[in-house]
């Protein structure tokens, strides 16, 4: 049954016999395929999950609901979507090493990873496929292109569906790309409705958009 507002308890109940398990892998792995550290660095991605994870269980409480993570790294966001009860995900990556090693993790735990190559720009899907399409941490990255991925992920969306972003607006060592409320509403044009809302912890980094196709 769904019960508004429980979902970090939720969240961080899955799963606790095998978390040291999990952790030891993923070390292992970011080493073996050579990925940058910051893959393990868990506390980092959370607050930025956590403002996706809350909204999605607030907005969207339908386990059913179609989601594209596009930039999904090693999948950390696939696994507590899971907890939650969500069942259809999808997660793409232009990095063929995060999708190996997603690959295993998620395995490790019975899941179906569902992993693939892409990027917000170019997802390789179909039209009309996902209620929600998200994509967390990937806006400052240096190869990536806003005004193709609004319209990416405007073309992918089923009607009425969302698109959910994490924007930086204060420029730091790891957010160089910066973008502007008025901007993102020239981007975002195609939308019906675009929202502007708080990221908890990261409040004068960054920004959440929520657009409804």
Known sequence: MYEKGKWLRR?????????KEYLA???????????????????????HQNFFL????????????????????????????????????????????????????????????????????ETGFEEGQFNVVCALDASYDSGFDMERACKEAHRV??????LVMDIAYTPSELYTKLYGKDEMEEYLSDFSSVEFLSIPKR???????????
């Not at 050579?34 to 991605?45: A, I, P, Q, R, T």
């Open 11 to 19: 969240v961080q109940s899955g799963y606790p016999e095998k978390w």
């Open 25 to 47: 892998e993923k070390e292992r792995l970011v080493v073996e395929y050579g990925l940058h550290k910051y893959f393990l660095w868990d506390d980092y991605f959370k607050p």
């Open 54 to 121: 809350r909204w999605l269980w607030d907005t969207l409480p339908n386990r059913d609901t179609a989601i594209l993570d596009a930039g999904c790294g090693i999948g950390f966001l696939a696994l507590r979507l899971h907890n939650l009860g969500y069942n259809d995900y999808h997660g793409i990556d232009v990095n063929e090493s995060s999708i190996a090693v997603g690959t295993k993790l998620l395995s490790k735990f019975g899941l179906d990873p569902n992993l693939r190559s892409g990027s917000v720009g």
């Open 157 to 162: 969306l089923k009607r009425r569906g969302y």
């Open 203 to 213: 409040e004068d980094l960054k920004y959440g958009v929520v657009a409804r196709r």
